[in-house]
């Protein structure tokens, strides 16, 4: 669907707003993921779809509906029955105002070359040649996706937003039912140029063969050096459960009252910033607003928190453009982007007595919100590093570590950062070296 | 909607295929929520379309669209997928046999909640709000209601025609209290959104959201102030709600065949469990018995049939603590040489159907909860979940509950603990039950979001329990300093 069409729909439906405000949300894709496991494909599919959102508001009262059946008769259906769910909500106590400005935003960010590589056909050809290339005795699992997406807003004070994009995303993990170990590798694209495969392949079946024949290790106090995978994983959901207005309203985040404290290690200053050309960019939020531009952790201290409307009201601030469609959510950044140190992954490893390398974790989750305390476990890659270099790979460990010390306990950042999908596109982190990282458990009987 | 679905497998039939299905589906939900007494979302979604697989010179292919305009479309892009698919294949995709079915099934219910007014609903919530805020002093409150109806028709080139209309209702209710730097949570029935049942707004009334309030409400608030959970090793009771977590994770995963066959191996995991454990693996402790029951009254994981067209069955996963049956689907069971377990199931119309849980119940004891807790010298009552991970093969598990409740001399001291948290090895852990409450005490627990696959979907499953004891289990967390 191009801007033209996606702007015909809108305005069809805001033509029946009558003295109601009116917002509608066009959003659309059509996605093609290919899986394989046991270095065969074994799930392949292709999804289309097409939903429209019609909110409406009058009189400090809201209610909304989703549908993808765009059939005049069934959309006037759906507004009808808004008018009649309206009259019987109750109002609340403020006005949410609908976004009325700037007039547009536009982005159309569509690598042609990704669409004509990735159609099913060629999905296909770059699975069996990641699979061709694997060492002896090694299969791959993983999967190979295309999307490509759009969306388009319109409501009753004038704005248009439209925003289309294609995405490729990939993940694999290489395993041998011989050799205990694996190894894994991930990545997202928006430019065929920035989607290596091959090289994604490449590294996670060294990470497997490096970390063939794993140790057990007792849980304890480590130094660790989480690769970029790793530590997106804790700081996305350090941006969730913390980083939100909501959550700080709601009592539940760490940074509750601490704002413009000094709360991590000054080495760290961490930034949303989805304009930046390591990010992807997504210039407005799920209810129009342009996307700002964050300080999150300026050199250790809290400064600024992610809003939408409703959470940005309830502080007396503007939205930042980070909401989601849902207000229960709030406004969460997405594209994170931390400054690098001085070090590099090389001597992190070498100035380390003793300590571990994890490639990723896996099922973090938050045992307390208010204590940024998360745990889970490692996976596809844990090293040991004994006087200043790698001795062997560990078997997994889980973590139960609060984040508020971790990040105060950061050593040194790499000076190379690196792009790491994230929860709605790349983040841009370095490495990190963290002491007295807490193991809790063993992951075998 | 009938005549267009099999017109589309006729079409299929003459494109030289192994097989196909077609599936429809129209899914209506609500979503109603407050917080502080605001209404602060009222939501409909509804979405239609149709999703079609095929097997193809034993390869997958699968299309769906939301464009019931584009149906042939759709099913000629499945067989472009399907021949894409035979470029990496090990053997041919197979499917169990299964008998051909032309039927119709519906949840039973009583009270249709889409026609229950708007105005009901918000006010329910808003009472239940008022309750909570006027019993204790509370830093919030919130409240929601989900429901949800799905219709849907299934046909196959093996002559299967099968129609099921199946509905869905839940609720509950939230409130937090704050702490010295710290928040405190007590829901009721249960955390992340309550409870969840194939019913009608009757579910909704019978769990009496407004009479339980004042309760959960006065819980968070003696929470806050409430010491630290000990650490250490005690004997722990798990009530319901906290055990259906514990079923789901460590007993309804690690049993599904798929994650066994390393299907899942690069996003969810695997299994610490393979087709050699089947009979001889002591999973859990003698008392220790669970089914995979899809036609349970009422469970949030039941249905007339999966949706490859086997219908809904009640298959034994643990006798007497011995492992003896898998989730399964038909492309699974096949390489087991036996029949589906009816455990195939889809998130939607748009997309394929993975090996889920339906309802993984652990069946009742004997005991009285009075009973159960007589013989722990120090022990603790843990009460709804409020975190879970567990790893890829699905051994090491940690878990963190609402409140603990102080067993002394086997009996409940009226002391709480906050901030709970236990943790062990799967089947360490069963191993350790010595005791399940009777059939008094057994209750359902539906969870609406059970994630898997690529891409993502989301299963509504039921698990039911009484409240279980486990010996010496590890509460709390070591800190190496």
Same mark, same amino acid.
């Given at each position: 669907?191009?801007?033209?069409?996606?702007?015909?729909?809108?305005?069809?439906?805001?033509?029946?707003?009558?003295?109601?405000?009116?917002?509608?949300?066009?959003?659309?894709?059509?996605?093609?993921?290919?899986?394989?496991?046991?270095?065969?494909?074994?799930?392949?599919?292709?999804?289309?779809?097409?939903?429209?959102?019609?909110?409406?508001?009058?009189?400090?009262?809201?209610?909304?509906?989703?549908?993808?059946?765009?059939?005049?008769?069934?959309?006037?259906?759906?507004?009808?029955?808004?008018?009649?769910?309206?009259?019987?909500?109750?109002?609340?106590?403020?006005?949410?105002?609908?976004?009325?400005?700037?007039?547009?935003?536009?982005?159309?960010?569509?690598? &042609?070359?990704?669409?004509?590589?990735?159609?099913?056909?060629?999905?296909?050809? *770059?699975?069996?040649?990641?699979?061709?290339?694997?060492?002896?005795?090694?299969?791959?699992?993983?999967?190979?996706?295309?999307?490509?997406?759009?969306?388009?807003?319109?409501?009753?004070?004038?704005?248009?937003?439209?925003?289309?994009?294609?995405?490729?995303?990939?993940?694999?993990?290489? &395993?041998?039912?011989?050799?205990?170990?694996?190894?894994?590798?991930?990545?997202?694209?928006?430019?065929?140029?920035?989607?290596?495969?091959?090289?994604?392949?490449?590294?996670?079946?060294?990470?497997?063969?490096?970390?063939?024949?794993?140790? !057990?290790? !007792?849980?304890?106090?480590?130094?660790?050096?989480?690769?970029?995978?790793?530590?997106?994983?804790?700081?996305?959901?350090?941006?969730? *459960?913390?980083?939100?207005?909501?959550?700080?309203?709601?009592?539940?985040?760490?940074? !509750?009252?601490?704002?413009?404290?000094?709360?991590?290690?000054?080495? *760290?200053?961490?930034?949303?910033?989805?304009?930046?050309?390591?990010?992807?960019?997504?210039?407005?939020?799920?209810?129009?607003?342009?996307?700002?531009?964050?300080?999150?952790?300026?050199?250790?201290?809290?400064?600024?928190?992610?809003?939408?409307?409703?959470?940005?009201?309830?502080?007396?601030?503007?939205?930042?453009?980070?909401?989601?469609?849902?207000?229960?959510?709030?406004?969460?950044?997405?594209?994170?982007?931390?400054?690098?140190?001085?070090?590099?992954?090389?001597?992190?490893?070498?100035?380390?007595?003793?300590?571990?390398?994890?490639?990723?974790?896996?099922?973090?989750?938050?045992?307390?919100?208010?204590?940024?305390?998360?745990?889970?476990?490692?996976?596809?890659?844990?090293?040991?590093?004994?006087?200043?270099?790698?001795?062997?790979?560990?078997?997994?460990?889980?973590?139960?570590?609060?984040?508020?010390?971790?990040?105060?306990?950061?050593?040194?950042?790499?000076?190379?950062?690196?792009?790491?999908?994230?929860?709605?596109?790349?983040?841009?982190?370095?490495?990190?070296?963290?002491?007295?990282?807490?193991?809790?458990?063993?992951?075998?009987? | 909607?009938?005549?267009?679905?099999?017109?589309?497998?006729?079409?299929?039939?003459?494109?030289?295929?192994?097989?196909?299905?077609?599936?429809?589906?129209?899914?209506?939900?609500?979503?109603?929520? $407050?917080?502080?007494?605001?209404?602060?979302?009222?939501?409909?979604?509804?979405?239609?379309?149709?999703?079609?697989?095929?097997?193809?010179?034993?390869?997958? %292919?699968?299309?769906?669209?939301?464009?019931?305009?584009?149906?042939?479309?759709?099913?000629?892009?499945?067989?472009?997928?399907?021949?894409?698919?035979?470029?990496?294949?090990?053997?041919?995709?197979?499917?169990?046999?299964?008998?051909?079915?032309?039927?119709?099934?519906?949840?039973?219910?009583?009270?249709?909640?889409?026609?229950?007014?708007?105005?009901?609903?918000?006010?329910?919530?808003?009472?239940?709000?008022?309750?909570?805020?006027?019993?204790?002093?509370?830093?919030?409150?919130?409240?929601?209601?989900?429901?949800?109806?799905?219709?849907?028709?299934?046909?196959?080139?093996?002559?299967?025609?099968?129609?099921?209309?199946?509905?869905?209702? %839940?609720?509950?209710?939230?409130?937090?209290?704050?702490?010295?730097?710290?928040?405190?949570?007590? $829901?009721?029935?249960?955390?992340?959104?309550?409870?969840?049942?194939?019913?009608?707004?009757?579910?909704?009334?019978?769990?009496?959201?407004?009479?339980?309030?004042?309760?959960?409400?006065?819980?968070?608030?003696?929470?806050?102030?409430?010491?630290?959970?000990?650490?250490?090793?005690?004997?722990?009771?798990?009530?319901?709600?906290?055990?259906?977590?514990?079923?789901?994770?460590?007993?309804?995963?690690?049993?599904?065949?798929?994650?066994?066959?390393?299907?899942?191996?690069?996003?969810?995991?695997?299994?610490?469990?393979?087709?050699?454990?089947?009979?001889?693996?002591?999973?859990?402790?003698?008392?220790?018995?669970?089914?995979?029951?899809?036609?349970?009254? %009422?469970?949030?994981?039941?249905?007339?049939?999966?949706?490859?067209?086997?219908?809904?069955?009640?298959?034994?996963?643990?006798?007497?603590?011995?492992?003896?049956?898998?989730? $399964?689907?038909?492309? $699974?069971?096949?390489?087991?040489?036996?029949?589906?377990?009816?455990?195939?199931?889809?998130?939607?119309?748009?997309?394929?159907?993975?090996?889920?849980?339906?309802?993984?119940?652990?069946?009742?004891?004997?005991?009285?909860?009075?009973?159960?807790?007589?013989?722990?010298?120090?022990?603790?009552?843990?009460?709804?979940?409020?975190?879970?991970?567990?790893?890829?093969?699905?051994?090491?598990?940690?878990?963190?509950?609402?409140?603990?409740?102080?067993?002394?001399?086997?009996?409940?001291?009226?002391?709480?603990?906050?901030?709970?948290?236990?943790?062990?090895?799967?089947?360490?852990?069963?191993?350790?039950?010595?005791?399940?409450?009777?059939?008094?005490?057994?209750?359902?627990?539906?969870?609406?979001?059970?994630?898997?696959?690529?891409?993502?979907?989301?299963?509504?499953?039921?698990?039911?329990?009484?409240?279980?004891?486990?010996?010496?289990?590890?509460? %709390?967390?070591?800190?190496?300093?």
């Amino acid at each position: 669907m191009n801007k033209r069409e996606a702007y015909m729909i809108l305005d069809r439906i805001l033509g029946w707003s009558g003295k109601y405000d009116m917002q509608v949300t066009v959003d659309g894709n059509e996605k093609g993921l290919t899986r394989f496991a046991g270095s065969e494909i074994h799930q392949n599919i292709y999804q289309e779809d097409l939903e429209v959102k019609i909110e409406l508001r009058r009189d400090k009262k809201r209610v909304s509906t989703t549908t993808n059946q765009l059939a005049e008769e069934n959309l006037r259906g759906e507004i009808r029955n808004l008018h009649r769910e309206l009259e019987e909500t109750p109002a609340r106590k403020k006005e949410l105002p609908l976004i009325d400005s700037p007039d547009e935003i536009s982005s159309e960010e569509n690598d &042609s070359e990704l669409a004509e590589k990735l159609d099913e056909a060629g999905r296909a050809g *770059i699975v069996a040649e990641g699979i061709e290339n694997l060492p002896d005795g090694y299969t791959a699992a993983g999967s190979l996706a295309l999307e490509k997406g759009y969306l388009a807003i319109a409501n009753t004070r004038g704005i248009r937003r439209f925003m289309s994009r294609d995405k490729a995303s990939f993940n694999t993990v290489i &395993s041998s039912e011989q050799v205990e170990g694996s190894g894994y590798a991930e990545l997202e694209a928006e430019k065929l140029s920035d989607f290596d495969v091959e090289e994604a392949f490449a590294a996670a079946a060294d990470k497997a063969v490096d970390s063939s024949d794993p140790e !057990s290790i !007792s849980p304890g106090s480590y130094t660790v050096i989480l690769e970029p995978l790793a530590a997106a994983e804790l700081l996305g959901y350090l941006s969730f *459960i913390g980083f939100s207005g909501r959550s700080v309203q709601q009592g539940r985040s760490f940074l !509750s009252g601490r704002i413009g404290d000094k709360v991590w290690d000054e080495k *760290i200053s961490l930034y949303d910033d989805c304009q930046h050309e390591q990010t992807f960019s997504l210039p407005f939020d799920m209810e129009g607003a342009e996307r700002q531009s964050l300080t999150i952790i300026e050199d250790g201290v809290s400064r600024e928190l992610a809003y939408d409307l409703e959470s940005a009201m309830e502080a007396g601030e503007e939205t930042t453009g980070h909401a989601l469609g849902s207000s229960r959510a709030g406004g969460i950044p997405l594209h994170l982007v931390m400054s690098g140190g001085e070090s590099s992954p090389e001597e992190m490893i070498s100035s380390t007595e003793k300590g571990l390398l994890i490639t990723r974790f896996h099922y973090t989750n938050v045992v307390n919100p208010r204590q940024a305390v998360l745990t889970g476990l490692t996976r596809d890659g844990t090293f040991l590093i004994e006087e200043g270099e790698i001795t062997n790979s560990v078997r997994d460990l889980r973590y139960t570590q609060n984040m508020m010390e971790a990040f105060n306990n950061v050593i040194s950042l790499s000076s190379k950062r690196f792009q790491v999908p994230g929860l709605a596109g790349n983040n841009y982190l370095p490495y990190l070296k963290i002491s007295d990282f807490q193991f809790t458990g063993l992951t075998e009987e | 909607m009938q005549e267009k679905i099999a017109g589309l497998i006729e079409y299929l039939e003459g494109k030289d295929i192994d097989y196909a299905d077609v599936r429809y589906g129209k899914i209506e939900e609500q979503a109603v929520s $407050t917080e502080e007494g605001e209404l602060q979302e009222f939501d409909n979604n509804t979405s239609e379309g149709v999703g079609i697989r095929v097997i193809k010179n034993g390869a997958p %292919g699968f299309a769906a669209t939301g464009d019931l305009d584009r149906l042939h479309q759709t099913a000629l892009k499945a067989l472009d997928v399907a021949d894409a698919s035979s470029r990496v294949k090990g053997k041919n995709m197979e499917l169990a046999e299964k008998e051909s079915i032309k039927d119709y099934y519906e949840t039973s219910y009583e009270k249709d909640p889409f026609t229950v007014s708007t105005g009901e609903k918000i006010e329910l919530l808003r009472e239940a709000e008022a309750k909570m805020q006027d019993e204790a002093d509370l830093f919030k409150t919130s409240a929601s209601l989900r429901f949800r109806r799905e219709n849907r028709i299934f046909a196959d080139t093996e002559g299967s025609l099968i129609e099921q209309e199946l509905m869905e209702s %839940g609720g509950g209710i939230e409130a937090s209290a704050v702490g010295e730097d710290d928040l405190q949570v007590r $829901t009721y029935p249960c955390s992340f959104g309550g409870n969840h049942a194939k019913a009608g707004y009757e579910f909704v009334e019978d769990m009496d959201l407004i009479g339980n309030a004042g309760e959960t409400a006065r819980e968070a608030e003696k929470l806050a102030g409430a010491e630290e959970c000990p650490h250490g090793e005690f004997d722990i009771v798990l009530d319901s709600s906290q055990l259906a977590l514990q079923i789901h994770e460590s007993i309804g995963h690690p049993v599904e065949l798929d994650r066994v066959f390393g299907s899942e191996e690069a996003y969810a995991g695997t299994s610490f469990l393979s087709v050699e454990d089947l009979n001889e693996l002591q999973y859990g402790s003698e008392c220790v018995d669970v089914v995979a029951d899809a036609t349970v009254e %009422g469970g949030l994981g039941t249905f007339g049939y999966d949706d490859e067209g086997v219908p809904a069955q009640r298959i034994p996963i643990i006798e007497s603590g011995e492992f003896v049956g898998f989730l $399964t689907s038909r492309e $699974t069971a096949v390489r087991l040489g036996i029949s589906s377990g009816g455990a195939s199931r889809a998130d939607g119309w748009e997309n394929i159907p993975l090996i889920r849980m339906t309802n993984i119940n652990l069946l009742p004891g004997e005991y009285s909860f009075e009973e159960l807790i007589s013989d722990i010298d120090y022990g603790l009552y843990l009460e709804n979940n409020r975190s879970w991970s567990i790893d890829d093969r699905r051994l090491n598990f940690q878990f963190g509950c609402e409140i603990a409740y102080e067993i002394e001399n086997g009996r409940l001291t009226g002391k709480i603990f906050k901030n709970p948290l236990y943790t062990g090895i799967t089947p360490q852990f069963w191993r350790s039950c010595t005791g399940i409450c009777d059939n008094e005490h057994w209750q359902m627990y539906g969870l609406p979001n059970c994630g898997k696959g690529q891409p993502g979907q989301r299963a509504r499953v039921g698990h039911g329990s009484a409240p279980a004891r486990f010996n010496n289990i590890e509460v %709390g967390v070591e800190r190496d300093e």
